[in-house]
């Protein structure tokens, strides 16, 4: 028998939800309480008028970078889902790009468009295995989880379905397995993809418990550089043995993950703008769902003249197509004419520059990782 993953927001919405079916309403009533029940029950921070502004500001964009200051905050993710549900109702969005294992979002993405998922909580977990090895969240909370059973709802009821995409490469695991079942045949690869995973589960433990050391010691040193070589081995077997997208795609996110343990400087968000590019279809109309830091059009470069953050490479490639929003946090008790939304953003706030529009919101609490 299969385990009902659906998460009501509380207990308390569940026994009014369940009290309120089993009146004998008609159709119309039946509808008009639910419509009441769920405004009542979800955690509204902005206003119908500030909702259609936000809405008005990206009406002639493609490419929304929505940015966080903090992941696996309440207040952030409650504010983001808010935002992205009332644009997916009025039909703004056509996908949603995740700071998180393109691999696993993959799996996701099935999900949300119908098929079933017994182990969703453990994909969730997977979508950055840095972040699963130490216990702590990035999109494994209800706040997710009661998002993505929403928008599989949503899509099960219309025949235009919002697709769900990753832009990270921070999980060997999946790739690992997908390719070994997609390449049976093939026993070199097989051997290849065994030693990959294992120097991916020795470097990570070395990564998380000794950041410093792993890009200082000889021997570490040595062990990443041989598993990056064999990454890229990897994926010309790949190449060799099967063209399909897929494929050559793992093979592409393995050989990214390798080289983030060789090079000290991490240019992560470069690899990330590949991934998006890869997978972005022209015309589109996309929220790219990441930290503050990662979506800003900011300009400043490292030693090498490379930008440093995702949104500097979106805004490159795509111009005016690209709008920025930043959320920053509400520090100040609620007042009357507090203005959450910030647009545009006034000159001589250096900080705001780098974002097209702010919305203020309460951080809260933070997230509970699912068990």
Not at 117 to 131: C, P, R, V
Request: glycine fraction near 4%; proline fraction near 2%.
């Amino acid at each position: 028998m299969k385990k009902n993953l659906r998460r009501p927001v509380s207990r308390t919405t569940a026994r009014t939800y369940f009290t309120v079916i089993k009146l004998p309403l008609t159709k119309f009533y039946f509808t008009a309480i639910f419509f009441l029940l769920v405004i009542a029950t979800t955690a509204q921070t902005l206003s119908t008028s500030e909702l259609d502004a936000i809405q008005n500001s990206i009406a002639k964009k493609n490419i929304i970078g929505f940015g966080e200051p903090e992941h696996f905050y309440k207040g952030y993710y409650d504010s983001k889902i808010e935002i992205i549900k009332y644009l997916i109702l009025h039909k703004k969005i056509d996908a949603i790009f995740f700071e998180a294992s393109a691999a696993e979002c993959r799996n996701i993405d099935r999900y949300v468009k119908g098929a079933s998922n017994d182990s969703i909580i453990k994909t969730l977990h997977q979508l950055n295995e840095g972040y699963n090895y130490r216990k702590e969240g990035l999109f494994d909370c209800d706040e997710i989880l009661n998002f993505l059973q929403w928008l599989r709802r949503k899509n099960m009821s219309t025949e235009k379905k919002v697709s769900v995409y990753g832009i990270d490469f921070q999980n060997a695991q999946t790739p690992i397995e997908e390719l070994k079942n997609i390449l049976k045949s093939n026993t070199h690869l097989q051997e290849n993809l065994d030693s990959l995973q294992d120097n991916f589960d020795s470097l990570l433990k070395e990564m998380i418990e000794n950041p410093v050391k792993i890009y200082m010691d000889t021997t570490w040193k040595k062990l990443a550089t041989r598993n990056y070589l064999l990454a890229k081995t990897v994926r010309s077997l790949i190449k060799e043995s099967d063209t399909k997208y897929w494929s050559n795609f793992y093979g592409k996110q393995l050989e990214e993950y390798a080289y983030i343990y060789t090079d000290p400087n991490l240019q992560r968000d470069s690899l990330m703008f590949e991934n998006f590019k890869l997978q972005y279809h022209s015309q589109e109309r996309v929220l790219l769902w990441a930290a503050d830091f990662h979506i800003a059009n900011d300009s400043t470069v490292n030693h090498m003249g490379r930008a440093l953050t995702l949104g500097a490479f979106l805004k490159k490639e795509y111009g005016a197509q690209y709008f920025t929003i930043a959320l920053d946090e509400d520090k100040e008790p609620v007042i009357a004419d507090f203005k959450r939304i910030i647009f545009p953003i006034p000159k001589g706030n250096e900080a705001f520059q780098k974002y097209d529009m702010i919305i203020k919101c309460k951080k809260g609490d933070r997230a509970s990782r699912l068990n």
